[in-house]
């Protein structure tokens, strides 16, 4: 399973960004993908999750309404658009899949079987 992501850059606060992770080696369906950042010295940290086949979304608190979870089964590809972004979303989004479809806890990054190598999101 390979999960690269792409779309990563330098944004302007209360600009956006939207970060792609095409996938491959996966069976895309009735699975749970997810986005999680990591800042220096912080945790990795949930963002958002969508179940692939009934298309359930999942947000962490800091981006609801901000950010929007979405996919392309057809090319097993999941999106996530970023607006209003701000100096504290600066960090490196990694995209994830688990085998599993999405559970309260899919914010977890301890829920996940694959990750992506990720791309830097930087905001100033």
């Known amino acids: 399973v390979q999960l690269v992501e792409s779309g990563g850059g330098s944004a302007q606060a209360g600009g956006s960004v939207r970060l792609s992770c095409a996938s491959s080696g996966l069976t895309y369906f009735r699975n749970c993908m997810g986005w999680f950042r990591q800042a220096p010295g912080k945790e990795r940290e949930g963002v958002a999750a969508i179940t692939t086949d009934r298309y359930l979304t999942y947000y962490a608190d800091p981006v609801k309404g901000r950010f929007t979870i979405s996919q392309d089964a057809v090319k097993g590809t999941m999106y996530l658009q970023m607006n209003s972004l701000k100096p504290e979303d600066t960090a490196m989004y990694y995209c994830?899949?688990?085998?599993?479809?999405?559970?309260?806890?899919?914010?977890?990054?301890?829920?996940?079987?694959?990750w992506g190598q990720g791309t830097q999101v930087t905001v100033s």
């Open positions: 994830a899949a688990k085998t599993a479809t999405c559970t309260v806890r899919s914010l977890q990054a301890q829920e996940y079987n694959y």
